[in-house]
């Protein structure tokens, strides 16, 4: 899964963070033009791509693109 952070969008609330099952996020000390503390997605190889964060962000501010590989590992199986 390739996660992308719209950095003009975030408000920092965290929602992504919070709700993640595998604790994929952590909040960053990088901070947009706003002022908001961004998260991070530290843990990729960790994502279940159940698609929570995207799911819970009030901001629409992360994207989620599957990628090929993960797609083919699930045929496999």
Same mark, same amino acid.
């Given at each position: =899964? $390739?996660? +992308?952070? #719209?950095?003009?969008?975030c408000?920092? *609330?965290g929602? *992504?963070? $919070? !709700? *993640?099952?595998?604790? #994929? !996020?952590?909040?960053?000390?990088? =901070?947009?033009?706003?002022? !908001?503390? /961004?998260?991070?997605?530290?843990?990729?190889e960790?994502c279940t791509?159940?698609? /929570?964060?995207?799911? !819970?962000?009030?901001?629409? $501010?992360i994207? /989620? @693109?599957? +990628?090929?590989?993960? $797609? @083919?590992?699930? @045929?496999?199986?």
């Open positions: =899964m $390739a996660i +992308t952070i #719209v950095k003009d969008f408000k920092g *609330c929602f *992504c963070i $919070a !709700y *993640c099952p595998k604790k #994929v !996020y952590d909040l960053s000390e990088e =901070m947009n033009k706003k002022g !908001y503390r /961004l998260p991070n997605p530290v843990r990729i960790d791509e159940c698609s /929570l964060c995207d799911l !819970y962000c009030p901001d629409f $501010a994207v /989620l @693109e599957k +990628t090929k590989k993960k $797609a @083919e590992e699930k @045929e496999v199986r």
